[in-house]
């Protein structure tokens, strides 16, 4: 099982990582971290240009908090990071772990063209 997910989500409905921990339901979660409600701010954006408000998080250490579930987590910050990253993921995978994924992106390049548009 695959879930690619926000920060701004992850804090709403995070919780339920430890469920997964319980039940040893083997998972991968991507988090893309934008510090940022990215599809709110796009919103704002396309609506009142310069005029964003409310949308800016400030986060946990997602890899910490995910760890304190019983994940396993790492944090990706560089381009170069990522391979060595996802070969160490998916072993922990492939040995029944939850694991997750934290990835620290742009805030400007974090929201998809277009996904405002919905």
Do not use: C
Request: charged fraction near 25%.
């Amino acid at each position: 099982m695959v879930a690619f997910t926000g920060d701004g989500e992850l804090m709403m409905n995070g919780q339920e990582l430890v469920t997964a921990v319980r039940y040893n339901t083997p998972m991968l979660v991507v988090l893309v971290d934008n510090e940022q409600y990215g599809t709110i701010r796009a919103n704002q954006e396309k609506t009142y240009p310069g005029r964003v408000s409310g949308t800016q998080l400030v986060n946990p250490d997602f890899a910490e908090w995910a760890r304190s579930m019983g994940a396993w987590a790492e944090t990706v910050e560089r381009n170069e990071e990522v391979p060595g990253t996802i070969e160490r993921a998916f072993q922990k995978l492939d040995d029944g772990h939850v694991v997750l994924l934290h990835a620290k992106v742009d805030q400007d390049h974090a929201t998809p063209e277009g996904s405002a548009e919905a």
